[in-house]
């Protein structure tokens, strides 16, 4: 196998297989038996290891050639998302040194999520593999002497090599590219339907980004769209940011949704 669409096509074979045997799976339960077929532990993993390849720690290159790292920071406790504008609190030494690389260059940082927020100096191996590309979009110091960092997500991204000699964290990065827009229009609309009345219930408010998510068809960006606002365990979170299908994406999303709402509260289907 070379990369994940095989393992795609071959949960799909395997999804049309069972449906002539009138056995009925859905997308990402067919991704989840296949990933367990190839020895992963779940689609999640196997996703990323096809698509990163193997990490590694080592030292930043003598060359002088342009490499694809980033200015890095450890984030505990928070989930960031693409396409989300959200605060950042820095305070640790070498997440200041990181920001004054960020500014050295385009404003972007890799924001890498801690596996333990009780690590303060976090490595590798202390950081989850799937993080975010992220913009810089404002810097606010504190009284407290911390900074209050405005940021935006860009994309996903797999961090390959993390490097803290130079006093900030400097991660070594490789893009993640989804492939084609796969067309899950039921689920969308399903989905953001059930979201207006999961928003209503918590309280949450959703006036500012509204107008666009009714717009959107592409399900893994309003997967990404709804779930900084899910009142969702980090756990959760981290595993949909982990999750690099599409559909798969969204399908989680909405179960999430729809496993906190009572059922007289969800939509009717059309």
Do not use: C
Request: aromatic fraction near 6%; proline fraction near 8%.
């Amino acid at each position: 196998m070379r990369d994940f669409r095989d393992a795609k096509a071959m949960a799909q074979t395997l999804r049309e297989s069972l449906i002539d045997k009138t056995m009925t799976i859905s997308h990402s339960e067919s991704l989840e038996l296949v990933s367990k077929m190839l020895g992963a532990a779940d689609w999640n993993t196997l996703s990323a290891l096809i698509q990163s390849g193997p990490r590694e720690v080592s030292k930043p290159p003598a060359s002088t050639e342009r490499t694809p790292s980033y200015p890095a920071m450890p984030i505990r406790d928070f989930v960031p998302f693409p396409s989300a504008t959200f605060p950042l609190f820095v305070g640790r030494e070498k997440s200041v040194r990181a920001l004054d690389q960020a500014f050295q260059r385009q404003r972007e940082v890799v924001l890498a999520v801690q596996k333990d927020s009780a690590v303060d100096d976090p490595g590798l191996d202390d950081v989850h593999e799937i993080g975010v590309l992220a913009g810089i979009l404002d810097l606010i110091p504190m009284d407290n002497g911390t900074m209050k960092m405005i940021t935006q997500g860009y994309r996903r991204i797999a961090i390959r090599k993390w490097f803290g000699e130079t006093g900030a964290s400097i991660a070594e990065i490789a893009d993640l590219a989804e492939g084609p827009i796969p067309e899950a229009i039921e689920l969308v609309r399903r989905t953001i339907d059930h979201f207006r009345t999961y928003a209503q219930m918590h309280e949450i408010d959703v006036a500012s980004f509204w107008p666009l998510l009714i717009q959107v068809r592409d399900p893994g960006r309003v997967a990404d769209m709804i779930s900084p606002r899910l009142r969702a365990p980090l756990s959760e979170k981290k595993s949909l940011l982990a999750t690099l299908d599409p559909v798969a994406r969204l399908e989680k999303v909405h179960a999430l949704i729809a496993a906190d709402l009572p059922p007289t509260a969800a939509p009717s289907e059309r």
